[in-house]
């Protein structure tokens, strides 16, 4: 992902991939013919039951951002500051230039914006997942894949409603494209030009780490 996308976008690359099955719409993983979820064979290597904070996800983005949106605006800065000091040099010779001065404030608010953009996209997309802090999750790593399930609370259903949940995530390591990040707090999955997955080392002991940080991030 080499470009800053808006707040839409983004929010939307948050929802599980979706594809369609005898005419209805699935999230998450293709199912079989039996509509079953194919998940991966083996023995569970590595289970995680953890819940994501504001502050993890906010943290978890902004390294997405400096991974595949600074980059970017590194260039348009150098290309918008040279444009800034051509008008510059031409303002210099000639003070009476009002086009030299229209072209300078339009360099100047094209750098503010650059970097102003990344920073309220951050905020709104915390925003809109702070409804979702209390969410827990349950992470499952196997010899070849790894899935991410979102476990519904309880209180959420009204009696008599049917207990119905949401397919687990499964991604497969040798056909996903994604990288792995592990920093002091956590390991971070960026499902490239889709979404972040962040599993929190609080969540974890010291076993489960190693074993996350052999699997995972050694391997990719």
């Not at 039996?34 to 569970?44: A, C, F, L, W």
């Not at 914006?113 to 409804?131: D, E, F, H, Q, S």
Request: charged content about 30%.
């Amino acid at each position: 992902m080499s470009e800053e996308k808006n707040l839409d976008e983004l929010l939307e690359q948050e929802k599980p991939e979706t594809f369609e099955h005898d005419g209805k719409i699935y999230g998450g993983t293709p199912m079989n013919e039996d509509n079953s979820i194919e998940m991966p064979k083996g023995e569970v290597l590595c289970q995680v039951n953890y819940n994501v904070t504001l502050k993890e996800e906010d943290k978890a983005f902004r390294l997405f951002q400096k991974l595949f949106v600074r980059k970017s605006n590194i260039i348009k800065t150098i290309v918008m500051g040279l444009v800034f000091a051509v008008f510059l040099v031409q303002f210099l010779d000639n003070k009476n230039s009002y086009i030299s001065l229209i072209g300078m404030t339009i360099a100047a608010v094209g750098i503010f914006i650059t970097w102003y953009n990344p920073v309220m996209i951050r905020k709104g997309l915390m925003k809109a997942l702070a409804p979702l802090e209390k969410d827990r999750y349950i992470f499952k790593l196997y010899e070849d894949a790894f899935s991410i399930e979102t476990v519904i609370d309880e209180s959420e259903y009204e009696e008599g409603e049917e207990r119905i949940s949401p397919p687990p995530r499964v991604v497969w390591k040798d056909k996903s494209d994604f990288l792995v990040h592990e920093l002091d707090e956590m390991f971070c999955i960026i499902m490239k030009k889709e979404t972040i997955y962040v599993l929190p080392k609080r969540c974890m002991d010291d076993n489960q780490a190693e074993i996350v940080r052999k699997e995972l991030v050694a391997k990719i």
